[in-house]
């Protein structure tokens, strides 16, 4: 992807030689040639609106690239938004891409938020040609979990569950558990939300002392493909959840399910000018059958600002965190565990531009400017 401009590798997907991205990009800004600069010390824009910062912001695109590692990428799918949120099948011959457009020149914290238009896109021939489905512009997406090309959900503000059944076309509203929502906060969100592999989706959410009368405590609830309500999965007492991810195991298998967490109180809602907001993180497991009891199996260094987690095959976990306490940029590391998390290693990748985990092989990809590094856990 080196001659799309401007650079970057998007969120990619590798799969042997074969590659597929799906990239949000600012618009390629140009510059006068010094002999028309009015100030030579000054760098001018081509065009007036690639000096302003809301313009710039309303002309971001999505795009959806597929070709190889050795042979280059190729454009297929490119729409206005600065946000969007993809799922792709096993094989890679459907995609289905949600963008999402606001306009930042309306946008004024006196007024309100500005209106967000969410469009929702799917191809059936692995990314090359695309059809835009029937969804309210309105309604928000942040996440689409599938099952399988036709059967999936769409995780939205709210927060909000959609669930379709075939393909897109249609889909039905799923009540949220009421703990999760607040009223004055309408476009609010899960803490974490995680397909399993039979087909359960859970939900993390924090819900605060004031609401219930009971310990602070992260709840995750659970919803089975075939349920019309959410039923209860497990407690996180004191904690607030940052990331799920359960096994990959065949369907019919039972598995582990995994929540990492921030332990402690919310930083936002802590009135303590001398909260620096960090927080010990924590990983927590419990299994899918039968009774619930969740296990804590290690907890990080308060120095870490734990931001995900992916689940491998044969006990590999991998913690992906920043380390900011030092002097000069933000660090990303690298936490592992190849004994189901009884132990752990520490690995400081510098500043990467993005990194994606292969399940069913158990490699890690890294992105570093034009160089793609990858190793195997």
């Not at 959806?64 to 042979?71: I, N, P, Y």
């Not at 995680?194 to 992260?218: F, H, M, T």
């Not at 019309?228 to 582990?256: T, W």
């Amino acid at each position: 992807m080196k001659n799309d401009k401007p650079y970057g590798g998007g969120d990619a997907r590798i799969n042997g030689n074969d590659v597929i991205s799906l990239k949000i990009a600012d618009p390629v800004i140009t510059f006068k040639p010094a002999e028309e600069l009015k100030d030579p010390r000054v760098a001018e824009p081509t065009e007036a609106w690639m000096n302003n910062t809301a313009e710039t912001l309303n002309r971001n695109t999505v795009a959806f690239f597929r070709g190889t590692v050795d042979g280059g990428l190729t454009r297929y799918f490119q729409q206005p938004g600065q946000d969007a949120a993809w799922w792709y099948s096993k094989d890679w011959s459907t995609q289905y891409v949600s963008t999402d457009w606001m306009d930042y020149k309306r946008a004024d914290h006196e007024t309100g938020p500005a209106p967000h238009i969410t469009k929702l896109w799917r191809s059936r021939d692995g990314g090359r040609n695309w059809t835009q489905l029937d969804w309210p512009e309105n309604r928000y997406i942040g996440q689409l979990f599938f099952l399988d090309p036709e059967r999936g959900y769409a995780i939205g503000w709210g927060p909000s569950v959609w669930r379709t059944a075939d393909g897109g076309r249609t889909w039905k509203a799923i009540p949220v558990p009421p703990g999760a929502t607040d009223r004055a906060e309408p476009r609010k969100t899960f803490d974490a939300v995680d397909l399993g592999p039979d087909g359960i989706l859970r939900v993390a959410y924090y819900v605060p002392e004031e609401i219930e009368e009971i310990q602070p405590e992260s709840l995750v609830d659970r919803l089975k493909w075939d349920s019309e309500a959410f039923e209860p999965d497990v407690k996180l007492p004191d904690q607030v959840v940052v990331s799920l991810r359960s096994e990959p195991v065949p369907p019919d298998y039972s598995y582990a399910v995994y929540a990492l967490s921030r332990l402690g109180k919310p930083a936002n809602i802590i009135e303590d000018p001398n909260d620096n907001g960090r927080r010990t993180g924590a990983l927590s497991t419990w299994g899918n059958c039968g009774t619930q009891t969740v296990e804590q199996l290690h907890t990080f260094d308060a120095r870490l600002m734990l931001e995900g987690i992916s689940v491998g095959r044969r006990g590999v976990l991998l913690v992906y965190a920043t380390d900011a306490s030092g002097e000069g940029a933000p660090r990303d590391i690298t936490l592992a565990s190849k004994d189901y998390g009884k132990s752990w290693s520490e690995t400081d990748d510098g500043i990467t531009q993005g990194v994606y985990f292969d399940a069913a092989t158990n490699t890690q990809y890294g992105l570093y400017a034009y160089t793609l590094k990858k190793r195997t856990w």
